[in-house]
């Protein structure tokens, strides 16, 4: 989270802000009925991450890191998948999401696996950019 915030900010983040970053983003709902969380992990040690929220047949991707010591090893790719696999498996037909701007790593990926850019869905004070992608 120290990471995404101090790019958001353009400077290391302190303390306060990173706090204000986990508030400003909750992931209590992750888990049954209303949500999945992955983690991939190397050594006993986290190092990737992905999540979706259910709503219906839509899905909303959230949580979607890589430690940066652990990219360009394909394991935002395979969390993304196996996401897709929990969707289907629920019923989801549109997966969607929300990111920013200066997050280009993340839409790369999000865009090299069928995500396709659409109009604004949400308020979300981070949101610059959304995609979809139909299952």
Not at 114 to 122: K, M
């Amino acid at each position: 989270m120290f990471e995404l915030a101090s790019r958001y900010y353009g400077r290391p983040a302190t303390p306060t802000e990173v706090d204000q970053a986990i508030r400003d983003e909750p992931y209590d709902d992750l888990t049954g009925p209303t949500g999945v969380l992955l983690i991939a992990t190397e050594d006993g040690n986290p190092i990737a991450c992905a999540g979706a929220r259910f709503a219906g047949d839509i899905a909303e991707l959230t949580k979607v890191f890589t430690e940066p010591e652990s990219r360009g090893r394909g394991w935002g790719k395979r969390l993304l998948l196996q996401i897709e696999d929990v969707c289907r498996a629920r019923g989801v037909h549109v997966v969607r999401l929300d990111t920013r701007s200066d997050l280009v790593e993340a839409r790369a990926l999000y865009e090299g696996l069928g995500f396709a850019r659409v109009e604004a869905f949400n308020a979300d004070a981070y949101a610059e950019v959304w995609y979809s992608k139909s299952l």
